[in-house]
């Protein structure tokens, strides 16, 4: 995977370097490399990824997504390895936050989650989007991101067979 370079507070620690997944890499490849820092990230995550319902959701719609060019699947590296990941959706000049990953045990003073996150506001911002939406829960880090609270509504959609 090539990254771009970014500057960054925990670059003096460490190599930092991001990068949104485009048409030039292999989506498959990167699809299963998020599932791998998603399952890493928490025991539930990890559950969820077990049933393959939940597994066959992200490698049936995301492609498909991808196509659209609604998916915007981010990475971070520190020292040329993989730390985390975020699967937002890209969509009517709004950047939804639907899922992540991390290595919790690798590199954990430099906050990779949060680093990555900075890097995806910021993009966004260039992307003169309008809004980034946290999407549903209550996680303190996206408080202190500036996440209000809104009202989500669930749907459920099934795939013809």
Not at 45 to 56: Q, T
Not at 119 to 132: C, D, P, S, W
Request: glycine fraction near 4%; aromatic fraction near 12%.
């Amino acid at each position: 995977m090539s990254c771009d370079a970014r500057s960054a507070k925990a670059e003096s620690e460490a190599v930092i370097s991001w990068c949104v997944i485009g048409k030039n890499h292999d989506l498959d490849d990167e699809l299963n490399q998020f599932l791998k820092l998603m399952a890493a990230s928490q025991r539930q995550k990890a559950e969820f990824l077990e049933d393959p319902k939940n597994l066959a959701f992200f490698k049936l719609v995301m492609p498909i997504v991808f196509e659209q060019g609604w998916l915007q699947l981010s990475f971070l590296c520190i020292n040329g390895q993989r730390a985390a990941s975020y699967l937002n959706f890209d969509y009517n000049n709004r950047i939804l936050v639907y899922n992540s990953g991390l290595l919790p045990d690798a590199h954990t003073t430099l906050s990779s989650g949060i680093v990555l996150l900075v890097y995806n506001i910021e993009h966004a911002i260039e992307q003169k989007r309008a809004v980034f939406d946290f999407l549903r829960g209550n996680e303190t880090y996206k408080y202190r991101m500036g996440a209000v609270d809104t009202r989500v509504f669930k749907v459920k959609a099934k795939l013809a067979a």
